[in-house]
């Protein structure tokens, strides 16, 4: 059965970029190996270390679809209309762009009925031997506060950002157990954390 997975960069402090959208040294692991992560990746711009790349890379290579905010959609420009990873990406919006350049071309579908319902078409695309990967943030905390979250994936930064946007989103207040961590990797300026989210 499909799974869903909320992934993001992370500071200690649990914020995935500050008020302005910048992630500062966050996503410095990704660019800065020498391994490019191949497996799953669309982009190949991706270099990071011999063991991140290889976590990554695992990770990514599960994936079918993802599901993200529309404020990471336009912040990316839609990755210009190539996913990160996975065969097709579901905004959640209050409204389609018109204008996207990429509109009519790329496998992008905008969800404007909520996330639980841009989760359920994520997964009938991704099929029950591929998961759904679910950006941090707003969208990604509602789904989590839903019971729509199977699994956390955080790539932990030894960065402290004080203050920001919170990698559970503004508005989740929720008390949920995880389950001690399934994976612990250690790459070069992140460490890699994968829960599984506890049932009842």
Do not use: C
Not at 28 to 50: L, V
Not at 143 to 164: N, Y
Request: net charge negative; glycine share 12%; charged share 20%.
């Amino acid at each position: 059965m499909s799974k869903v997975v909320m992934a993001d960069a992370v500071s200690l402090d649990g914020f995935l970029a500050t008020a302005d959208d910048q992630v500062g040294a966050l996503h410095d692991f990704y660019f800065q190996g020498d391994t490019p992560i191949t497996a799953g990746n669309r982009h190949m711009s991706f270099k990071a270390s011999a063991v991140s790349a290889k976590y990554i890379g695992e990770q990514w290579s599960r994936i079918g679809a993802m599901v993200i905010g529309r404020r990471l959609f336009d912040l990316t420009n839609g990755w210009n209309g190539v996913p990160v990873a996975g065969d097709r990406v579901f905004v959640v919006t209050h409204s389609v762009p018109t204008d996207w350049e990429h509109l009519d071309t790329a496998p992008f579908t905008f969800v404007t009925d909520g996330v639980e319902s841009a989760i359920a078409q994520a997964k009938e695309v991704a099929g029950p031997d591929r998961d759904v990967a679910l950006n941090g943030g707003d969208v990604g905390g509602q789904a989590f506060a839903a019971g729509l979250v199977d699994e956390v994936d955080v790539a932990l930064v030894p960065v402290v950002f004080g203050s920001g946007k919170r990698f559970f989103g503004e508005h989740f207040a929720e008390h949920v157990l995880l389950d001690d961590p399934t994976v612990v990797v250690q790459g070069e300026r992140v460490t890699h954390l994968h829960y599984m989210v506890r049932n009842g």
